[in-house]
């Protein structure tokens, strides 16, 4: 990671940021364009959850860290608030790893 | 009651450093409003202090994930990033997925543009407070005064929380050495499924990123870490395509 990644991370991301406020209403985002880049978010986010909740780089995550976001998905799907869904997958996580399992 | 503690709570955070009107505008949350920002602030503290945490503890040096926090202030994208330099990825890989995520802060500029008020300086504050969450807060309120105040408390708030913990995980994971058995590694995965499911209404949607999901675990074993999740984005064919060609032929193969 060099502060040149950061960087260009940051710009774009503000650069993102900005159009909206900088054209202060003086355009519409056309409503396909807008579908898509949520729709684009939304595949990224669940893929992102997905991967990083199934895999370790090239291999398999084992079981401890699949069971503690299951338990928080599980809270998600009841509304809990969440700081307890961070804390219970977190520390259904933690005490699978505690207890012998990967 | 418990609002005008939890606005004092805002002040002493160094919300009073505000123009005024940004500060007089805080007396226009509901108190559940107030209540709901500070829940969010919490939840995302404990993701904040994880991801400084599994940062450092993965060898990265401090700067890496406070400068991101304050400069990105992006939490999905941070650890896309930081999590493919983790897993033995170029930062490049991780770049392209944070910038092609944070792709949707774009509509939601257009979304908040109205509250973020004149003048150079507070649109670019404001534009850089631009966040899932403070987005969420202020497009539920009732008026223009409430949305301003939500937007504007939820963003700063977020932002002091968010940062301040990302610098409490960055200690902490010196000292901790293996997050992976305080189960961090499971608070980011469980906080993006809080985040996300809400937006899963739409029957095309979740098919796309049930298709992408199951594309970007498949390539795992293959593609150099970071580029899977890239991969997902191919789910989206499913909201373009079928479009059209099912309203003729529902069992097309493609």
Request: with cysteine; net charge positive.
């Amino acid at each position: 990671m060099t502060p040149l990644a950061v960087l260009v991370l940051a710009a774009g991301t503000f650069c993102f940021r900005i159009v909206g406020p900088g054209l202060r209403g003086r355009l519409r985002l056309p409503v396909r364009l807008d579908r898509l880049l949520s729709d684009a978010a939304v595949v990224l986010l669940v893929a992102l959850v997905v991967v990083s909740t199934l895999t370790d780089g090239h291999h398999a995550a084992g079981w401890a860290r699949p069971a503690g976001v299951l338990v928080g998905g599980a809270l998600v799907l009841r509304r809990a608030p969440f700081p307890v869904v961070v804390v219970a997958a977190a520390g259904t996580t933690a005490l699978l790893r505690l207890a012998g399992v990967p | 009651m418990s609002g005008v503690i939890s606005a004092r709570r805002l002040l002493a955070l160094g919300v009073d450093r505000l123009p005024r009107p940004v500060t007089g505008v805080l007396a226009a949350l509901a108190p559940s409003t107030v209540g709901d920002i500070a829940l969010v602030c919490l939840a995302d503290a404990l993701v904040g202090a994880s991801f400084g945490a599994i940062s450092v503890s993965g060898g990265l040096p401090a700067w890496v994930p406070v400068s991101m926090s304050v400069l990105v202030f992006a939490g999905g994208a941070q650890f896309a990033a930081v999590g493919a330099v983790l897993a033995g990825g170029g930062a490049a890989a991780g770049v392209v997925a944070g910038l092609v995520l944070n792709a949707r802060l774009l509509p939601f500029g257009f979304a908040v543009a109205d509250v973020l008020g004149p003048g150079r300086l507070r649109r670019c504050l404001g534009a850089h407070l631009v966040t899932d969450e403070s987005v969420a807060f202020t497009v539920r309120q009732p008026d223009a005064v409430a949305r301003r105040a939500a937007f504007w408390a939820c963003g700063l708030a977020l932002f002091v929380c968010w940062n301040l913990a990302v610098v409490a995980g960055a200690l902490l994971g010196g000292l901790v050495g293996d997050t992976d058995a305080l189960g961090l590694d499971a608070a980011f995965p469980a906080v993006l499924l809080a985040l996300v499911v809400p937006s899963l209404r739409r029957a095309d949607t979740r098919a796309a990123a049930l298709t992408g999901a199951v594309v970007a675990v498949l390539a795992t074993p293959w593609l150099p870490p970071g580029l899977p999740v890239l991969a997902a984005l191919a789910g989206l064919v499913v909201t373009v395509l079928p479009r059209r060609s099912r309203a003729r032929s529902p069992g097309s193969g493609g």
